[in-house]
């Protein structure tokens, strides 16, 4: 069967028929499929209604019909645009002007997925090194374990130690007694060795260490099935560490089946992705919870006038006097300290506001003055108001944290120092780097450092890692293709720019490689340095390249110029708009006479001012 031309022109144009969305009249406008198509004109003149809320609503609905009738009473109907009809249209993705997440956990390395190729590299070929010496970890199998010990003590009386306590408080007499009952007659507590007894137990207060002393062996060759089975209870006992104890010189050697630091005996787990990610309890850091900083409450947010009695108020949180159990204990420690709450704050000793603010160790006793319950002394412990900040916001819900806020600064946390990882997690390296180190590059030193590092890194780390590399580095090519070199995968999304946002989505997209698709974006070009106009231009060309239709609203010169096609929505704003004024390729379109290609031949130009505005200074 032969095409006929009709047929030829559905399948190579798409075509509207009827549009008369918001200011819209009742237009007819067809554009090529698989070709980069820009709508441009004046500012409310109608391009958005066309591109987004007709031509993109109706891809939308379409795409929800396709769906059965039980899962689109979940997601609710869309409407049907104005438009009569609507011919050859493709699955449709729109690339809008709008941050991609608020979410502080949201970055540009997760929203473009580098950060979670950089997990996957750092668990496969990452080397891990002590946190307190610095050292590279080791790991051993069970038999490698067996010839270190009988080589390494040839000759010497051993004790064959299993850790089950490391660094913990209590007094562990369940413990001691279900050891007993496995038939070992000795522990190790603290370096000492001593003999198992019916209801031992320790100072619940202090930090201990405790080990089951498995056997004590002369290591000789005709020992060595005894060392394999005392190695082998032992591993089973302290789930794969354990300690040689050198019985001549009372040094304890470390040997385990995980990463170990050969000196200290510290062990990591094995690494898996989700050690390095700051949105897993397994990497995040435990003091900020993997937001990488911390919330601190402000002095001079706390007292934003010293010259203000507390009275008055000058404590923000407490406010102004009033009868309540805060301020009689404040009245108290004036008396006991030597000032009045009737006095200028800035009058007030060093000491004076450090126990305001901070607390006393000590008891005090408050003559109280107005109480329910008519007690004439009482004796507090005062914690200071930070503290009662702190613990006013911990007891409060979200949607009363706002006071919370208004005494508090964001800091970096001490911990992670901003990193988000749990120390061990930055104690992987790869080429001498950890993960956050990378994250805080920007995207062209980052491309740079990963230039070449095949020769950097270990025949074994090569294999495992090629095809990792081969994705981290299409990725970041694509961003720096649309010109966000200066971004760091750090950078949190919810402090992008409209346009940068939308360029994260357009380099993600062509990453994606899909094809027989229609994108629109919504002036991609906003906040982007003339200088990588054609970078994006090229990447909108790549995406077009690959078989798909690409339809950009769009007020700048070059991308005018450099589209396929062009239509020319007009000839003014709002009511004055919604018409099609002019449509064809920008040779054709810059023969004619429209407010646009009068802009675009130089017949009207915006200058630049003769004199600029003078900065307005606030008081």
């Known amino acids: 069967m032969q095409k006929t031309k009709s047929d030829e022109k559905e399948i190579n144009e798409i075509e509207v028929y009827g549009a008369r969305v918001h200011n819209l009249k009742n237009i007819d406008v067809s554009f090529p499929r698989n070709e980069l198509v820009v709508i441009t004109g004046l500012s409310g003149s109608g391009k958005s209604s066309l591109a987004f809320d007709t031509i993109y609503a109706e891809g939308q609905r379409r795409y929800m019909e396709t769906f059965n009738a039980y899962s689109r009473q979940f997601l609710g109907g869309l409407e049907r645009p104005d438009v009569d009809k609507i011919d050859g249209l493709s699955p449709v993705i729109a690339i809008e002007q709008k941050t991609t997440s608020k979410n502080p956990r949201s970055t540009v390395g997760t929203i473009t997925e580098i950060y979670d190729f950089l997990r996957l590299l750092y668990a ?73 007894v019916p209801k031992m137990q320790l100072d619940r207060y202090k930090i201990h260490d405790i080990e089951i002393v498995i056997d004590r062996i002369a290591v000789k060759e005709n020992e060595r099935g005894r060392i394999v089975t005392a190695v082998k209870s032992a591993m089973k006992q302290s789930k794969g560490v354990i300690r040689i104890l050198d019985m001549e010189s009372d040094l304890a050697y470390h040997y385990s089946q995980f990463l170990m630091c050969p000196t200290t005996g510290i062990s990591y787990d094995e690494p898996q992705p989700n050690s390095f990610s700051f949105n897993s309890p397994y990497g995040a850091c435990e003091t900020c919870d993997g937001l990488g900083y911390v919330f601190e ?164 780390q090569n294999t495992i890692a090629t095809e990792i590399l081969k994705e981290i580095r299409a990725r970041i090519g694509f961003l720096l293709d649309v010109g966000l070199d200066y971004l760091n995968l750090d950078r949190v999304s919810k402090s992008l720019s409209g346009g940068e946002a939308q360029r994260i989505r357009l380099a993600t997209q062509i990453g994606s490689q899909l094809v027989n698709v229609l994108y629109i974006l919504d002036e991609p070009s906003i906040g982007l340095h003339q200088r990588d106009n054609m970078k994006l231009i090229q990447a909108l060309k790549n995406l077009r390249d690959l078989g798909n239709s690409v339809l950009v609203v769009e007020h700048d010169k070059d991308m005018i110029v450099e589209a396929d096609y062009v239509i020319d929505v007009g000839p003014a704003a709002g009511v004055h708009g919604g018409q099609i004024v002019a449509q064809g390729t920008p040779a054709a379109l810059l023969r004619m006479q429209t407010v646009t290609t009068q802009y675009l031949n130089g017949e009207r130009m915006i200058g630049i001012p003769s004199k600029r505005r003078e900065e307005k200074r606030s008081a």
């Open 124 to 196: 496969r070929v990452g080397e891990a090194f002590s946190y307190n010496t610095g050292e590279k970890m080791i790991k051993m199998s069970e038999d490698q374990i067996i010839n270190a010990i009988t080589g390494n003590f040839a000759g010497k009386t051993i004790a064959v130690l299993a850790p089950v306590v490391k660094g913990r408080k209590g007094h562990y007499r369940e413990l001691f007694e279900q050891i007993r009952k496995q038939g070992y007659l000795k522990v190790r507590v603290d370096g000492e060795m001593q003999d198992l």
């Open 297 to 460: 409450v402000d002095e001079k947010l706390v007292i934003p006038d010293k010259k203000a009695s507390i009275m008055q108020g000058g404590i923000a949180p407490l406010g102004e006097y009033r009868e309540t159990w805060t301020f009689q204990i404040l009245k108290a420690l004036g008396k006991k300290y030597g000032f009045s709450l009737a006095n200028p704050i800035e009058k007030i000793s060093k000491e004076a506001m450090q126990i305001i603010l901070y607390g006393l160790d000590e008891s005090i006793q408050v003559p109280v003055e107005y109480n329910k319950y008519n007690v004439q002394n009482y004796t507090v412990k005062f914690d200071g108001i930070i503290k009662m900040l702190d613990q006013q916001n911990e007891r409060k819900s979200e949607e009363q944290a706002g006071d919370f806020e208004d005494y508090v600064q964001k800091v970096p946390c001490q911990t992670c120092g901003g990193a988000r990882l749990k120390k061990e997690s930055l104690h992987f390296r790869v080429d001498d780097k950890n993960i956050a180190e990378l994250a805080r590059m920007d995207l062209s030193s980052l491309a740079k450092w990963f230039q070449g590092i095949e020769a950097r890194l270990s025949e074994r």
